[in-house]
């Protein structure tokens, strides 16, 4: 998704949030804050959008959120359920209406043959959204390419809620 798609794609998500008066939250990891910088960059987005947790690891995710670590032995703590884990605390913690949830391991700047795994996760009390992305790339590449994915998980959410229909589960690659 190119700048002008990503930004076109966070003008109408904050449009949407403004109309219906949410708020939304992120929790990000790896990702060095490319969400949340995309949607306050849109014409409403600071109006939409709340605090931000935005840290390097999953393991700062979980100290931060004081998500229960036990909780991840059998999936490890980079994973969907901590992710999920991660957008349902978020919102209470970020005292948000909805949370997204984007997590990235770190990858070297330079651009290499690793095939890594992204988790993103939308939580807004009564829906989860979710999607496993696989990707491979210098990391400020990936990272807006997964910041881009987000931002369109959250855009299809929020027009299947004003379709009335719940949220999806999904998954994708670069």
Known sequence: MTDEGQARIADAVARILSARELVLGTVECGTEGAVSRRLFDAEEGPAVLSDSLSVDTIEEVIDALELPAAQFKSSGEFSAKATRAAARQGRSFLEVDLCLAVCMLPTPSEAA????????????????????LQYEGSSDVMADWVAGQALALLHEALRGRERGRSTSRGSGSS
């Open 113 to 132: 043959a690793v095939r890594e795994t992204a988790y993103i996760a939308l939580d807004d009390g009564q829906n989860l959204a979710e999607r496993t």
